[in-house]
């Protein structure tokens, strides 16, 4: 019903950037919140950026001044660049959406399946 595909995931240098895109498709009346988590392995998920349909923004601490998220309403997608990016970022980053399928339904928690992110020193 609702999809949510990931790309641009890689292997880079320590200091190098990657862009990642999420598209969403499907039934969508209105998408909410868009953002990007991660897991590392061994590790639990964690929020890395979201941003809402109002255009606000929020990133985690450890990726302020080096990632940046963006959305484009119109395509329904969301991009996350990153760079500068260090050993410590490697991880398997997923895309998640909470989306509206009809016109006064309630949202729904999407996940992409996920794009590996691997940074070496």
């Known amino acids: 019903q609702v999809q949510l595909v990931e790309s641009g995931g890689g292997l880079v240098q320590a200091g190098g950037s990657l862009r990642l895109s999420c598209a969403a498709s499907g039934r969508i009346f209105s998408i909410n919140a868009l953002g990007w988590y991660r897991q590392a392995p061994g590790k639990q998920r964690e929020l890395v950026a979201v941003?809402?349909?109002?255009?606000?923004?929020n990133y985690a601490d450890s990726v302020k001044g080096r990632f940046n998220i963006s959305r484009d309403n119109a395509k329904n997608t969301v991009h996350l660049q990153m760079n500068n990016l260090k050993p410590e970022d490697t991880a398997v980053y997923y895309c998640?959406?909470?989306?509206?399928?009809?016109?006064?339904?309630?949202?729904?928690?999407?996940w992409g399946q996920g794009t590996q992110v691997t940074v070496s020193s």
């Open positions: 998640n959406a909470h989306i509206v399928r009809v016109l006064r339904g309630p949202p729904y928690d999407y």
């Open positions: 941003t809402t349909s109002a255009g606000s923004t």
